[in-house]
Nanobody, 123 residues
Framework: QLQASGGGLVQAGGSLRLSCAAS????????MGWFRRAPGKEREFVAV????????YYLDSVKGRFTISRDNTKNTVALQMNSLKPEDTAVYYC??????????????????WGKGTLVTVSS
């Protein structure tokens, strides 16, 4: 089970930190990721992180602004979002998969999904 939190309303240029708590399975076995769906658009990959936390991939438009991290002792994954832009407005989803790699996950999506958390960036 994945439970995301931390969304909200922020002005452009501001920051938000999303957090996702996982339960029920061996967290360290899972690639973790964040995806988003903006209004009227398809879901897209934002960031993924390997099981060990040493391999990360980011959507080009968030590189340098967003940072994904995980704490395998607390079964959590976070997405620090800085310098937010109105185009970052979306529902953000935490995801997990123990049958893929970080490289594959960014292309193919992931197996387990949490309920989304809404991020709204005002101009």
């Amino acid at each position: 089970q994945l439970q995301a939190s931390g969304g909200g309303l922020v002005q452009a240029g501001g920051s938000l930190r999303l957090s996702c708590a996982a339960s029920g399975r061996t967290f360290s076995n899972y690639v973790m990721g964040w995806f988003r769906r903006a209004p009227g658009k398809e879901r897209e990959f934002v960031a993924v992180l390997s099981q060990s936390g040493t391999i990360t991939y980011y959507l080009d438009s968030v590189k340098g602004r967003f940072t994904i991290s995980r704490d395998n002792t607390k079964n959590t994954v976070a997405l620090q979002m800085n310098s937010l832009k109105p185009e970052d407005t979306a529902v953000y989803y935490c995801a997990a998969d123990d049958r893929t790699t970080a490289a594959q996950a960014r292309r193919d999506g992931m197996h387990y999904w949490g309920k989304g958390t809404l991020v709204t960036v005002s101009s």
